[in-house]
């Protein structure tokens, strides 16, 4: 029991600003533990964004506005680790260097001009899915969710790290394929239950969301050797993205 104990603080501190004890232990048990329960962890960021847009459409303000005040919402949740993921993995596929240089592009804190157009351009595809969606609370709660459950496939067994240090290295192949796939099926099943929408939009949602993910974990792989901290943000955002477009 303690090992789950350390893996949800492990999730909830890593992946959110929520106030938690530090893990007494960090293995590779307990890391896969947390990508296990990153969705259950981000709970509190779907809430937060889900409440903003139903404050934001009872108060009647513009779609986009309430849309983009959602999306901060949960940016400012996960301390824009995502969103800065997003922009380190874009840089380093786009620099015309050996997979060691492209690496050491992505440890450096700035942005370029390919990390800052790509986050954008992302930024831009998640705000209006949002805003043109029919549902919106329902779709931006359950994008959030989604795009946490993809984290446990692109920490799947199998799936090399990057480098031999730093969170990628202690999370990369931490979480058994069948716990993979077992919160793909069940993300499917419970998005199938979305009320006002039809029983296909949902599961659709999460299978783009996976799609788009693994599209981009198969590229990271190639070029960098494996994934990082930084890719797995990335897919996240890309993942959130493509859940939205299929709401909207």
């Known amino acids: ?13 890593t992946l959110t600003t929520v ?16 990508m296990v329960l990153a969705p259950l962890a981000a709970l509190p960021l779907a809430a937060a964004a889900g409440l903003v847009v139903a404050c934001g459409n009872a108060l009647g303000l513009p779609k986009i506005a309430v849309a983009a005040l959602a999306l901060g919402a949960v940016a400012l949740g996960s301390r824009g680790l995502h969103l800065d993921g997003l922009a380190d993995t874009a840089d380093g596929l786009g620099a015309s260097y050996d997979r060691a240089k492209a690496l ?51 920490c799947a067994r199998g799936v090399p790290s990057a480098r031999p240090e730093g969170l990628g290295a202690t999370v990369a192949g931490s979480v058994p394929r069948t716990a993979a796939i077992v919160i793909g099926v069940a993300a499917a099943g419970a998005s199938a239950l979305l009320p006002g929408m039809a029983w296909w939009r949902g599961p659709l949602a999460v299978v783009l969301a996976y799609a788009v993910t693994a599209v981009l974990l198969a590229r990271c792989t190639k070029r ?25």
């Open 1 to 13: 029991m303690s090992r789950w104990a350390d893996s949800a603080r492990m999730a909830v501190g």
């Open 224 to 248: 960098l050797g494996g994934v990082t901290g930084d890719v797995l943000g990335a897919g996240v955002e890309v993942a959130v993205a493509a859940s939205l477009l299929a709401l909207a």
């Open 19 to 34: 106030s938690v004890p530090a893990p007494r232990v960090i293995d590779r048990r307990v890391a896969g533990g947390a």
């Open 104 to 154: 050491d592009v992505m440890r450096r804190g700035d942005s370029g001009p390919t990390g800052v157009a790509t986050l954008v351009f992302v930024l831009l595809v998640q705000v209006g899915a949002l805003a043109g969606a029919d549902r919106p609370l329902e779709a931006v709660v359950v994008s959030v969710l989604v795009g946490r459950c993809t984290l446990s496939m692109s």
